[in-house]
């Protein structure tokens, strides 16, 4: 039956305001961003990381897996995939997924980790090669080795434009001091180091001097390898969580971590789409405030 003029309206007026909540949903599906200091490129707040979820070896099933796995991260809007020389055969099957899906929006993250300083170069051409990329856009120092050695490689070869920026790296809370030193001497465009609820060190000197020196943070270890998430393992959140939309433990854990001023972007590890979708929309607002920070220090300590 024909709809009269008055029907008509109405039926238009209701899927424009359909319209439009769908536009919203889809623009809200993108994650939240921060910029990078030394550049201003914005940079999606929760990334991926590879560290033993992807070294599964020449495993087909595996590797099909976590190609599936880096194709939800891409497509849930994520853009950082971290990777390491001391990752066994993730730099591999990175660059098998690669090859599988669209990744062009790739932010290639990966690092030379050799004792040689002679040998960081090699290192680093032969994990580009098996990334199967053009260039990496950051590279750093694995763990601080050879670190004098490898940052002057690092620095010729963003000189040269085969290289867009420059980090270093520790994990498990180690070599503060020698981060620090080196943080405050060098123009460094990232530093990757552990953060999380429970490992708050950082929050004391290097996070505050990475924001004077406009150094860009990557927090590793957010859910201290599933340590964080088992102890959870069976407890309700509170109540109060809804404050933040944060629907599981995960991501109450992720948002705490990327609310802090000083956090570019964290880089959990998982080898299942449904967990990287539900960590990248842990980059959503509302994000903690101070006040609600604090309290979730507290519950963590509480439980």
Not at 217 to 234: D, S
């Amino acid at each position: 039956m024909p709809l009269n003029r008055r029907e008509l309206i109405g039926s238009i007026a209701v899927t424009g305001a359909a319209m439009l909540v769908l536009g919203l949903g889809m623009a809200r599906a993108k994650p939240l961003t921060k910029p990078i200091p030394s550049s201003g490129e914005a940079l999606p707040m929760v990334g991926l990381g590879s560290s033993i979820t992807f070294n599964v070896g020449d495993d087909p099933v595996a590797r099909n897996a976590r190609a599936q796995v880096m194709g939800a991260f891409f497509d849930a809007g994520g853009r950082m995939i971290d990777s390491s020389p001391m990752y066994g055969s993730a730099q591999d099957v990175i660059g098998y997924g690669l090859k599988k899906i669209d990744g062009s929006n790739v932010f290639a993250t990966d690092k030379v980790w050799i004792a040689d300083g002679d040998g960081g170069p090699g290192q680093i051409a032969e994990s580009r090669e098996k990334w199967g990329i053009e260039r990496f856009d950051l590279l750093q120092v694995h763990n601080l080795l050879a670190w004098e050695a490898h940052l002057d490689t690092l620095y010729a070869m963003k000189d040269a434009r085969e290289l867009r920026y420059v980090g270093i790296t520790t994990s498990h809370g180690r070599r503060h001091e020698e981060l620090e030193m080196i943080m405050s001497k060098h123009a460094l465009d990232f530093v990757q180091l552990t953060y999380n609820v429970a490992d708050r060190e950082v929050e004391d000197r290097l996070l505050p001097l990475a924001q004077e020196k406009g150094i860009a943070v990557i927090a590793n270890r957010p859910f201290r390898r599933k340590a964080l998430i088992k102890r959870f393992e069976g407890k309700r959140l509170p109540a109060w969580a809804g404050e933040i939309e944060a629907k599981s433990w995960a991501q109450f854990l992720l948002k705490f971590v990327i609310s802090h001023p000083a956090i570019t972007c964290a880089i959990p590890a998982t080898t299942r789409a449904d967990h990287v979708r539900e960590n990248l929309d842990a980059a959503r607002e509302p994000l903690p405030d101070a006040k609600m920070r604090r309290r979730m220090v507290a519950h963590v300590h509480q439980v």
